[in-house]
């Protein structure tokens, strides 16, 4: 996912001579526009290019603005800030996509590709490649133009809640059903014997399997509406605001946690137990890296090109959503052997549709509003 420099001067409205003004400081000093010589230079330093481009201490390899698209794409093999951006989730979709094909087309499995037991499993694949997908298209494409650049930030946002959503979808299908949490048969004397309480769990169970889906709905939205907002001068912490609304959504595997606390999952499902821990490890260095913009922000100028926080964010991500599949896979082969219920199309396909289309009008909105297309 792009990055960008937390805004100056937040909370102000208006020129920023003019908010300078307002608030008694000395005003800043517009920059020039660029000159020929600077526009022909092959990579700029942070005071050669727009503020609105500028990121947290990185000082070098920026690219020529306004870049062609053919020129973008040439960059992905020079020396930029934004390289090693592209190439560290460009190499994982490859691995995922050839993951899935494996998955779908050649597992030896008698279900075929369409059969709708595989309906989550395509939800699943499809938020993944999409998530790898638009980072490499933001990070390639981010310096063709202002409005491009915010179309790109908030397509990537939408591609991070839509792959969300559909985690959901395949946790909901084949993870949850195989949870003695969710079983009323166990709970209930559960429950009895631990609290003394006389409680039928069935209702409970039975309400929270039918809000989980449209829960997790509801959060992919606001998740992606909070932040496209967060790209506002309103915002003093975006990077802090963004890595909490990424972790939201990951609050519907919960059950999968509250599982291993209650009952034995190391033991009755030690691939599960290892891997889902696992990728939550990741995703706490990764957002580590994400919030405190270590490295860089200890030797500004020394990791611009390799081994900036941003690229490390890519790396520990693409480990957690490595880890995530692979119990995936593994919950998808105990729902084969018993499926429960065949999921339906509306209520797999049909969702990741119309949220499609809810996302699409979130973005249409806000690169409707000019205030939200000339921030960073």
């Known amino acids: 996912m792009p990055r960008r420099l937390q805004p100056r001067g937040a909370g102000t409205k208006g020129p920023p001579a003019t908010a300078a003004l307002a608030s008694g400081a000395t005003p800043r000093p517009r920059r020039a526009p660029a000159d020929p010589a600077v526009s022909a230079k092959p990579l700029l330093r942070w005071d050669e290019v727009p503020d609105d481009f500028v990121e947290c201490f990185i000082l070098s390899g920026y690219r020529r603005l306004p870049c062609t698209a053919q020129e973008c794409l040439a960059s992905v093999l020079k020396p930029t800030n934004e390289t090693l951006n592209f190439w560290t989730h460009f ?27 595989l309906l989550p499993l395509w939800c699943y694949a499809s938020g993944v490649l999409l998530t790898f997908a638009m980072s490499c ?45 969710l079983d009323a048969r166990v709970m ?32 992919a939205v606001a998740c ?34 509250l599982e291993s606390w209650l009952f034995d999952l190391r033991g009755e499902n030690p691939t599960l137990f ?36 941003h690229q ?23 729902f084969l052997k018993a499926p429960p219920a065949a999921p339906t199309f509306l209520g797999t396909v049909g969702y990741m549709l119309l949220l499609v289309i809810c996302l699409g009008l979130v973005i249409r909105k806000f690169l409707n509003v000019s205030e939200f297309c000339c921030k960073k």
């Not at 506002?232 to 990077?239: G, L, R």
């Not at 990741?282 to 100028?301: D, H, T, Y």
Request: charged letters at 10%; one cysteine or more.
């Open 274 to 309: 290892v891997h889902f821990y696992r990728r939550y490890f990741w995703l706490v260095v990764a957002a580590f890296f994400n919030v405190s913009k270590i490295p860089e922000r200890i030797q500004p100028g020394l990791f611009d090109i390799i081994g900036h926080s």
């Open 91 to 117: 190499i994982p979709l490859l691995l995922f996509l050839s993951k899935f094909c494996r998955l779908f087309f050649l597992s030896g499995r008698d279900v075929p590709f369409h059969h709708p037991w």
């Open 224 to 257: 992606t509406v909070a932040c496209c907002k967060s790209r506002t001068d309103w915002c003093a912490y975006p990077f802090a605001l963004r890595t909490f609304v990424f972790v939201m959504p990951l609050s519907m595997a919960c059950p999968i946690m």
């Open 188 to 219: 209930t004397p559960y429950v009895q014997q631990r609290l003394g309480w006389h409680v039928d769990c069935s209702r409970l169970i039975a309400a929270y399997r039918a809000l989980v889906l449209p829960v997790a709905f509801v959060l």
């Open 137 to 181: 298209t933001a990070h390639v494409f981010s310096c063709l133009s202002l409005r491009l650049r915010a179309a790109f930030f908030y397509l990537d946002y939408a591609s991070i809640s839509y792959y969300g959503f559909g985690s959901t979808v395949a946790y909901y299908y084949y993870l949850l059903p195989g949870l003695s949490l």
């Open 312 to 334: 490390l964010f890519h790396i520990f991500t693409f480990l957690s959503i490595y880890d995530q599949v692979y119990y995936v896979e593994e919950g998808l082969s105990q």
